[in-house]
DNA sequence: CAGAAAAGTGAACATAAATTCATTTCTTGA
DNA sequence: TCAAGAAATGAATTTATGTTCACTTTTCTG
């Protein structure tokens, strides 16, 4: 049955995203990733050729489906102002929510395969907001920028607020709504002429 | 003779940076720390109890090195906004000439007790933009806002914007020092009510 | 239903890297 | 100078983990 032969592959892919969202690449092991699956470890490289491309695309799944709503948000319509508190909002809001992602995309994994496609999903997330920024100082709503840098600032701002030691994970549950109008206010200042408020 | 004990210790400390800096902590294995101090394997251990250890004093060293030069500029003259620029300026122009620390700080390491000290390290130097932005606060330079987000916010901003998908070892030589005068221009545009340029 | 093919298993293997320790080399003080 | 203790050595050991493969179980087909 093909069916099974999907969702085992399917499983598989979940149990790996599960394990790295709880302890990072670290807690990912292979033997861990069969058990949290339910398979054996033969299992694994029956459907992935290596641990390395395993947790590509992983990474990369998750990635995809975050970018995806990213640049619905910075396509559609509003002043960029906007758009990308929207952008910075929506991304915090759904990385608390559960900080799968988050995790993922900031641990430096062992294998530098994996290493480089983190490198290329950062580097997606960038894109997403240049663009934004573009039509904001095109449309002079923002200032004159290095749209590269704002744009790494951007992504480094929220990542490190969100796993950093002011994360949830570190400190006692503060308000989560809180935080993330914080930090969507501060990546929309950091861009702006003025703070709007 | 207990000079040689002090250089000894010394010496490893140094080729243990070295390497991280060069190659991440994944290419700084104790048989390269040796091999780069010219000491033999069994030596280090007479210096430090184990690998953890060694690379939690590598790198806090280092990074109590740089937050005593960003205190200085913290508690030193000049309004908040001045402070912060010179600040996020001096961390990013010394973390350009030679990426050590930047590397150091961002990559996650194997040993557990390593990436906690990584953890306290940044907690650090968000304390120090914690006094700046409360000044700022306080002297009406700077809107309300959430400290503790703020400071993490810039931490993550400057880091990613040095080692990530922009940084120097990415793409061709850019103007350095253009990239340091964009990264804090977007720090003190985050943190402030207007652009002021 | 039998037999072939596919899927699954997990113990065994391979590899890499940290740590140990029996042995050697060096330093010092009588 | 020499013995005693400290320091250094690096091969051997341990540990951790990715990968393989001979074998078992399941599924499909004639």
Redesign the pocket.
């Known amino acids: 049955?093909?069916e099974?032969?999907a969702s085992?592959r399917e499983r598989i892919l979940v149990a790996a995203r599960k394990l790295v969202s709880e302890g990072g690449f670290?807690e990912a092991?292979?033997?861990a990733v069969a058990n949290e699956a339910?398979?054996?470890?033969?299992?694994i490289?029956?459907?992935f050729p290596?641990?390395?491309e395993l947790f590509v695309e992983v990474l990369t799944a998750a990635v995809q489906y975050e970018i995806e709503i990213l640049d619905q948000i910075a396509k559609g319509p509003g002043s960029a102002r906007e758009r990308l508190q929207a952008a910075v909002a929506s991304f915090t809001r759904r990385a608390l929510a559960g900080p799968y992602l988050a995790y993922a995309f900031i641990a430096e994994p062992?294998e530098p395969e994996v290493d480089a496609a983190r490198i290329r999903c950062r580097k997606q997330f960038g894109d997403v907001f240049i663009n934004i920024l573009r039509d904001g100082v095109a449309a002079d709503e923002f200032p004159e920028q290095d749209l590269d840098a704002s744009a790494a600032c951007i992504v480094g701002a929220y990542t490190e607020a969100l796993v950093g030691p002011i994360g949830p994970s570190r400190r006692g549950n503060r308000n989560k709504e809180a935080l993330i109008a914080s930090i969507s206010r501060f990546c929309v200042r950091a861009v702006s002429r003025d703070a709007g408020d």
Chains 1, 2 share one sequence.
């Open positions: 049955m093909e099974r032969l085992n670290r092991q292979i033997a339910g398979v054996s470890t033969g299992t490289y029956r459907y290596s641990k390395a062992a």
